[in-house]
Nanobody, 123 residues
Framework: QVQLVESGGGLVQAGGSLRLSCTAS????????MGWFRQAPGKEREFVAA????????YYSDSAKDRFTVFRDNAENTLYLQMTSLKPEDTAVYFC????????????????WGQGAQVTVFS
């Protein structure tokens, strides 16, 4: 099992940028596929981006494509989500999640979750 801690959330004006980080405990971070999900008030948790354990397979939701970039630094046990051109509809709690090896867009396939980081985009 791996413990995950998100950071980097905050308040940003529309059109601005934020970088979220997700730091994992343990020495086997490199074996985990990682995902970013978000949940807005009153809505279901939705997929944002994912990267497999090799970093060679990356997936984005339609809303994240061309604006967000997911990447990982295995030496630092850290997953990142660089968000640009932020919109008010990006406001949500952002969660990172981990599963062994592969990455998927299905939140039910991830057994390990962080506590979440609030991102608020105002116009």
């Amino acid at each position: 099992q791996v413990q995950l801690v998100e950071s980097g959330g905050g308040l940003v004006q529309a059109g601005g940028s934020l970088r979220l980080s997700c730091t994992a405990s343990g020495r086997v971070f490199y074996t985990y596929g990682m995902g970013w999900f978000r949940q807005a008030p009153g809505k279901e948790r939705e997929f944002v981006a994912a990267i497999d354990w090799t970093g060679g397979n990356i997936y984005y939701s339609d809303s994240a494509k061309d604006r967000f970039t997911v990447f990982r630094d295995n030496a630092e046990n850290t997953l990142y989500l660089q968000m640009t051109s932020l919109k008010p509809e990006d406001t949500a709690v952002y969660f990172c999640a981990a599963r062994l090896y592969g990455a998927t867009m299905d939140p039910a396939s991830y057994p390990n979750w962080g506590q979440g980081a609030q991102v608020t985009v105002f116009s």
